[in-house]
């Protein structure tokens, strides 16, 4: 049985823009499909001690450095290193969600990097009604493999981060 936090190469992503950039394509596949509950996928996996857990590191490591650098903005500036850093980064921005949704806007080749633009759909434990909000992730693509993820909730620190005006 296969964690499910596993990176889901997404099928049901369709862009009707042709992709000239490797690396575009690459982080596309990455992308979970707009119906992909997050909580479900990063929280109900098996325990990193067991051999499911030690498959499915093995499998991550198809799509992400060993080394990677994972970043939440929202949480802390602090970054989060390695597959399991990367993990752990995305439990503990899911911490307080019931369910959690992204959906692509528009997936940007930035010449060194890729920015993948969201809306988010959150709705937090205890709540009825669910919290919106348009992010933006920004990848570091090395030889077909993530080296750095940025999550941002508010586009204009993607845009300083990146050194250009909103």
């Not at 964690?3 to 992308?31: M, Y």
């Not at 109900?44 to 590191?57: I, S, V, Y």
Request: proline share 6%; glycine share 4%.
């Amino acid at each position: 049985m296969r964690p499910t936090w596993l990176p889901l190469v997404n099928p049901l992503i369709v862009d009707t823009e042709p992709v000239s950039c490797a690396d575009v394509e690459f982080v596309r596949r990455l992308q979970p499909s707009p119906e992909m509950d997050l909580t479900e996928l990063f929280l109900r996996d098996a325990p990193l001690d067991d051999a499911a857990a030690a498959a499915a590191r093995k499998a991550a490591e198809r799509w992400f450095s060993t080394d990677v650098v994972c970043v939440f903005h929202a949480l802390s500036h602090e970054p989060r290193q390695g597959i399991e850093g990367w993990r752990e980064a995305w439990l503990d921005w899911l911490a307080p969600w019931e369910s959690y949704r992204a959906e692509i806007e528009e997936i940007r080749d930035l010449g060194d990097r890729v920015a993948v633009f969201v809306r988010d759909y959150g709705r937090p434990r205890a709540m009825t009604n669910e919290v919106e909000f348009r992010g933006v992730a920004i990848y570091t693509v090395r030889e077909q493999k993530v080296v750095r993820v940025e999550h941002f909730t508010e586009r204009s620190q993607a845009a300083e981060a990146l050194g250009v005006r909103d």
